[in-house]
Nanobody
Framework: QVQLLESGGGLVQAGGSLRLSCTAS????????MSWYRQPPGKEREFVAN???STHYADAVKGRFTISRDKLTLYLQMNGLKPEDTAVYYC????????????????WGQGTTVTVSS
């Protein structure tokens, strides 16, 4: 099992910045790709960015958001925030269990809320 804990959400004015963090606890797993997703109010969850050997971003956040990782801590630096960035942000980790049955699974955090006021 992998446990993920996000932090760093809050209320910010448009144009402002926030930095989200996600700390993974994975005592019996090798964590591979880590990602950020978000779910705006009344909408489906959507991909934001991920990081493995390289980084990938959704078009909506390219040039404004930066994903980074330090071992088992994932970050999302969000600059130039817009009201449409308002959402619950979720951390996701893909991990391989290091003991039988060696299952490769995805895990989700509980989410942290980002609200951008206009």
């Amino acid at each position: 099992q992998v446990q993920l804990l996000e932090s760093g959400g809050g209320l910010v004015q448009a144009g402002g910045s926030l930095r989200l963090s996600c700390t993974a606890s994975a005592p019996n797993a090798l964590v591979d790709t880590m990602s950020w997703y978000r779910q705006p109010p009344g909408k489906e969850r959507e991909f934001v960015a991920n990081i493995s050997r390289s980084t990938h971003y959704a078009d909506a956040v390219k040039g404004r958001f930066t994903i980074s990782r330090d071992k088992l801590t994932l970050y999302l630096q969000m600059n130039g925030l817009k009201p449409e960035d308002t959402a619950v942000y979720y951390c996701n980790a893909a991990a391989l269990q290091t003991r039988p049955p060696f299952i490769y699974s995805e895990f989700w955090g509980q989410g942290t809320t980002v609200t951008v006021s206009s």
